[in-house]
């Protein structure tokens, strides 16, 4: 981390649900949050404002000034050209395609301003604060709205060729799979948390039992994965069933991404791996069944020790580092 007098920045982990902000410090130590939901600030301009709105909030409840920030960083779940700053497109978010992000940002905010995919910033947090220090070869998963990726080479988060390397979430599990706008069979069609909710119910729907019908009270349109995960860990022998099945998919992935790169380790954040030993369990084990042991005794499948706060305090260390 470069050492100036600008001690603070600004993470902003926009998600196809929510956008979760961080006020960080240069020791990686969240000082004051704000969110909002993706929703209600649809249009850019709207959601230029509620950003813009949160970071007074933050600096007034910390007693700081703008003049303390090194700069804010983004991470958005999509498609960016990381030099330009600018958003090609984003999977789960509509409205926002071929969009100079920074060049808005900073006109708003009058700070400089970072745009990056989501995964490259949480594997940036983790490598910089986090679980992945230790390592120089990682791979980096986020299980959310959808799947996310970012791959660290020698200790620097690897952009790839255009600046879009890393997008684990479209690497194809199935031959003849689900089509999408990203290709056919992506990861993302199976284990995105709308494609677990529709599995869940379309099984409920077939007669599965599960007390996930009396934890919803037999409204499946209030059936999320944090529910399913709920259940799981009561016991309940269908949703224990889901989480095997979103971690075999999941090892499907990793399985070719491990002979391919051979990372040190798999560090997996979100919403989803925070449902803990339910899906890291049988992760481990589906990895197995997939890879020779030559593979798979030499790699680790880890959480991401900063948790759902990767995304913010990775784009906050973006901004850190590039003052």
Not at 23 to 45: D, H, P, Y
Not at 74 to 88: L, Y
Not at 103 to 130: R, S, T
């Amino acid at each position: 981390m470069k050492k100036s007098g600008k001690q603070f920045a600004v993470g902003v982990d926009f998600g196809g649900t929510s956008v979760k902000l961080a006020l960080v410090n240069a020791q990686g130590k969240i000082a004051a949050r704000e969110q909002f939901v993706t929703a209600e600030a649809s249009g850019q301009a709207a959601w230029l404002e509620a950003v813009a709105v949160c970071i007074a909030n933050m600096l007034k409840a910390c007693g700081l000034k703008k003049s303390a920030l090194a700069g804010v960083g983004v991470g958005v779940p999509g498609f960016v050209d990381f030099e330009k700053g600018f958003i090609h497109d984003l999977t789960n978010v509509p409205g926002w395609t071929h969009v100079s992000l920074t060049a808005q940002m900073e006109k708003k905010l009058g700070l400089p301003a970072y745009v990056d995919n989501d995964a490259n910033m949480m594997a940036f947090g983790e490598i910089v604060f986090g679980g992945g220090k230790e390592f120089q070869t990682a791979v980096f998963i986020t299980l959310g709205t959808g799947v996310g990726g970012g791959i660290v080479l020698k200790g620097k988060v690897y952009r790839g060729a255009y600046s879009m390397a890393g997008e684990l979430g479209h690497i194809s599990i199935e031959r003849n799979g689900v089509v999408s706008p990203q290709g056919r069979g992506g990861l993302e069609q199976y284990i995105g948390n709308q494609r677990i909710i529709e599995h869940t119910v379309r099984l409920l729907k077939a007669g599965h039992k599960s007390s996930l019908t009396k934890l919803c009270q037999g409204d499946y349109a209030l059936i999320t994965p944090k529910l399913i995960a709920k259940a799981a860990h009561a016991g309940d022998k269908f949703s224990l069933e889901v989480f095997d099945y979103v971690a075999d998919c999941l090892a499907t992935a990793l399985a070719s991404v491990t002979y391919l790169l051979q990372p040190e380790a798999f560090i997996i954040g979100g919403g989803v791996a925070a449902s803990g030993k339910i899906l890291f369990d049988p992760l481990r084990q589906h990895l197995a069944a997939r890879l020779s042991p030559h593979f798979f005794k030499r790699i680790k499948v880890l959480p991401a020790k900063l948790g759902n706060d990767a995304g913010a305090v990775g784009c906050a260390a973006l901004a850190l580092a590039s003052q």
